[in-house]
């Protein structure tokens, strides 16, 4: 199979940037795929384990020559990375992220990069609790969505090459500019962790439940949140600082619904209740429907994570 890109510079080497590279292999998508983190010990477990053809000391070296170039660092971090590489970026090369957030990150990264580069920002909605180079696995894609938010003046070519990796990766792909990105990611993503975040604080706080019998009787609502609160800390602290408008907004819209439910509950009105519940019911429907999740009851906990 014909590569899309001859060379790939993946910076950081985490889930995201490994499952990249596992799926572009599998796919043959690239001719040479490089990758640097700023941890030597990522690095080196890099190298160990083959996750890229080539690892660099720097993120000069890495860009040098790419094709492609993949920013898989937090999203707080990337305007520095993009000052670091800008001056070895190859002409014509095309630079993207899978950042949660869009806006800041087209702030933060574009005034950065010189004339004849193309800056396409994308999102992958895929991931998992894990982290690590060792975390990745090439199926993570597969019939996820991978939402592209091209800047102004946006290359049509450069977009359609970005756009062909992707879905030859095997995700879903579509097109949406950053301010309605960020606002649906905080209903669908943002807003959710935050709940989950607290929901286990909660469960610390509360001297008369013990931290042995949350651990022991945990039941799968608990369990399910402990599983989102344990994703990276570094990620999610930068995700809530750059969107930081959209998921005030839409905490602010949940409190309004977690106040009218408490009132339900306290006035005793179970057709209130009822009704909320088979609306919300639905959606999770339409989730599994679309081939978004399993019906299954263990939610994937029986899949062996690769």
């Known amino acids: 199979m014909t590569p899309i890109y001859d060379r790939v510079a993946l910076i950081g080497l985490g889930l995201i940037a490994?499952?990249?590279s596992l799926a572009m292999r599998r796919a043959g998508l690239a001719g040479e795929i490089v990758g640097t983190a700023r941890s030597a010990d990522t690095r080196a477990v890099?190298?160990?384990i083959g996750l890229v053809d080539r690892v660099t000391d720097t993120v000069a070296e890495a860009v040098t020559d790419a094709d492609l170039v993949v920013l898989c660092v937090p999203v707080g971090a990337m305007g520095d990375v993009a000052a670091e590489m800008a001056p070895h970026l190859k002409p014509g090369a095309t630079v993207t992220d899978v950042g949660s957030v869009k806006a800041a990150v087209i702030a933060a990264v574009g005034p950065h990069l010189p004339e004849g580069v193309h800056f396409i920002p994308a999102h992958p909605l895929?991931?998992?609790?894990?982290?690590g180079p060792r975390s990745g696995f090439a199926e993570l894609f597969d019939n996820r969505w991978t939402l592209l938010v091209p800047v102004e003046n946006t290359d049509p070519e450069a977009l359609a090459r970005l756009r062909d990796l992707w879905e030859r990766i095997g995700a879903n792909t579509e097109v949406m500019d950053a301010d309605h990105h960020d606002l649906v990611l905080a209903v669908t993503s943002h807003t959710p962790h935050l709940i989950?975040?607290?929901?286990?604080g909660v469960a610390d706080d509360l001297r008369r439940v013990t931290d042995s019998e949350v651990i022991k009787y945990s039941a799968a609502g608990f369990r399910d949140f402990t599983r989102i609160a344990a994703s990276?800390?570094?990620m999610w602290r930068d995700v809530f600082l750059t969107n930081k408008d959209a998921t005030l907004e839409i905490l602010g819209r949940f409190t309004e619904e977690l106040f009218a439910l408490q009132r339900a509950i306290?006035?005793?009105d179970g057709q209130h209740l009822f009704d909320y519940f088979t609306r919300t019911r639905a959606i999770r429907r339409g989730i599994i429907e679309a081939g978004q999740d399993t019906s299954a009851p263990d939610f994937g906990r029986g899949v062996k994570v690769k």
């Open 266 to 268: 306290r006035k005793g």
């Open 18 to 20: 490994g499952s990249m």
């Open 126 to 131: 895929a991931g998992t609790e894990h982290s």
């Open 196 to 200: 989950a975040y607290t929901m286990v």
């Open 232 to 234: 990276d800390p570094t």
């Open 46 to 48: 890099a190298a160990e």
